[in-house]
Every structure is written in structure tokens, then in C-alpha cells.
T-cell receptor, first 117, second 111 residues
Framework: SAVISQKPSRDICQRGTSLTIQCQVDSQVTMMFWYRQQPGQSLTLIAT?????????ESGFVIDKFPISRPNLTFSTLTVSNMSPEDSSIYLC??????????????FGPGTRLTVL | QKEVEQNSGPLSVPEGAIASLNCTYSDRGSQSFFWYRQYSGKSPELIMFIYSNGDKEDGRFTAQLNKASQYVSLLIRDSQPSDSATYLC???????????FGTGTRLQVFP
């Protein structure tokens, strides 16, 4: 499985500010996914980040609020913009295992725990 | 109707017993099915996946899939206190890698 790291691991932010979360993978992957896990809830897909093209957002998530960059095949960032307390969540990136193991077995990074005051 | 449904639990079983976790899904086009384990404060960890009807065994874990009835289950044999966690069921549809997660079932294994 891929080794995935995320920065920061946690942060406490003031409302109205923005935070950029980084996701680094130790191997090249075509797709990277960003999920949100609100307190006591399951995971919800925010968007799919493809290298060389705009991210694809799920219903309820918009680019202005969650801009995503994917400059290369091993790295992506998710920005949470103009934060409010409702954005307090764990944000996780994930990557598929790859063709050898099946296209859709996904592995998750350690997550970024965000608290907005 | 939620796309992927699980009983939130908690499901409490004694050490050494079989824990049975169930999941139903609404999209008949679902192709791949996954069970993730998530310890409190940690990220999900993939423990089983299944693509075809029937049973798939891996150590103490058995995944069961019935596409006609649209359910997938996870059996944990010889349950251990270390198995205490939330178990998330996830599915993907045909030709997509997007995972749709259920709300998770919290399992408690008591000594």
C-alpha cells in the first residue's frame, strides 16, 4: 500500500480564515480523493483531484469553499476557505491502490483534525 | 433512502465470540464492497474487500456478499478486545472509484 502523509495533523483556526491541507504520497497516483468526517459521522467525499485537470466536486461542495490543487502525481492540497465552526472536521485524503491490486481499493492518509473557533 | 446503511450499534460481544456486522446498499450498480476499521482518532484502515457474490475469508475475517439482496456483511471470528472499533462499509459503483460510506457500526468486544 502507498505511504500517505498529511500536513498539518491538526490545527485550531479562527472563523473567517483559511487553511491549506497538504497530502503527499510516496508513489505516483492518477487520482486522489478528499473526504470530510464531521464529529461522530462517517466519511463524505468532497472531491476527486486529477492531475492536469480541475477537481471534480461532489454535490454540496464548491470550488470557492474548497479549492484543490494537484500540481503533480504525488501531491495535492485542499484549502478550507472562510472557515466557520461548521467546518470543524477531520479532513482525509485517500489514494487507490493502483492497477495491480484493483483500481478502487483506497488507502487513507492519517487525516487533519481541524477545529474552527 | 440512504445509499449505504449500517446499524450504528454499539454491538457488544464477548471475547472469543463471532461478531456479525451488516450493511445494505441501494444502488444495484454497485460493483465493489469494502470494510474499513476505524479506531477512535485514527483514519480508516482497509481490512476486507469483496467483488463477487459469496464468501471471502482472510484470517479471522469473512466478508459475505449477496448482490440479489443488496447486502454485504463482515464476520469476525474469535473476537478480541483489540477489535473494538467502528467498522465502516463502503461501496463503489460501476466504473468509478468513488467510495460511498455507511455511517459505521461501533463494535465493543468485552473480556
Amino acid at each position: 500500500s502507498a505511504v500517505i502523509s498529511q500536513k498539518p495533523s491538526r490545527d485550531i483556526c479562527q472563523r473567517g480564515t483559511s487553511l491549506t491541507i497538504q497530502c503527499q504520497v510516496d508513489s505516483q497516483v492518477t487520482m486522489m480523493f478528499w473526504y470530510r468526517q464531521q464529529p461522530g459521522q462517517s466519511l463524505t467525499l468532497i472531491a476527486t483531484a486529477n492531475q492536469g485537470s480541475e477537481a471534480t466536486y461532489e454535490s454540496g461542495f464548491v470550488i470557492d469553499k474548497f479549492p484543490i490543487s494537484r500540481p503533480n502525481l504525488t501531491f495535492s492540497t485542499l484549502t478550507v476557505s472562510n472557515m466557520s465552526p461548521e467546518d470543524s472536521s477531520i479532513y482525509l485524503c485517500s489514494v487507490p491502490r493502483g492497477l495491480a491490486g484493483g483500481p478502487d481499493e483506497q488507502f487513507f492518509g492519517p487525516g487533519t483534525r481541524l477545529t474552527v473557533l | 433512502q440512504k445509499e449505504v446503511e449500517q446499524n450504528s450499534g454499539p454491538l457488544s460481544v464477548p471475547e472469543g465470540a463471532i461478531a456479525s456486522l451488516n450493511c445494505t446498499y441501494s444502488d444495484r450498480g454497485s460493483q465493489s464492497f469494502f470494510w474499513y476499521r476505524q479506531y477512535s482518532g485514527k483514519s480508516p484502515e482497509l481490512i476486507m474487500f469483496i467483488y463477487s457474490n459469496g464468501d471471502k475469508e482472510d484470517g479471522r475475517f469473512t466478508a459475505q456478499l449477496n448482490k440479489a439482496s443488496q447486502y454485504v456483511s463482515l464476520l469476525i471470528r474469535d473476537s478480541q478486545p483489540s477489535d473494538s472499533a467502528t467498522y465502516l462499509c463502503a461501496v463503489t459503483s460501476y466504473n468509478t472509484d468513488k467510495l460511498i460510506f455507511g455511517t459505521g457500526t461501533r463494535l465493543q468486544v468485552f473480556p
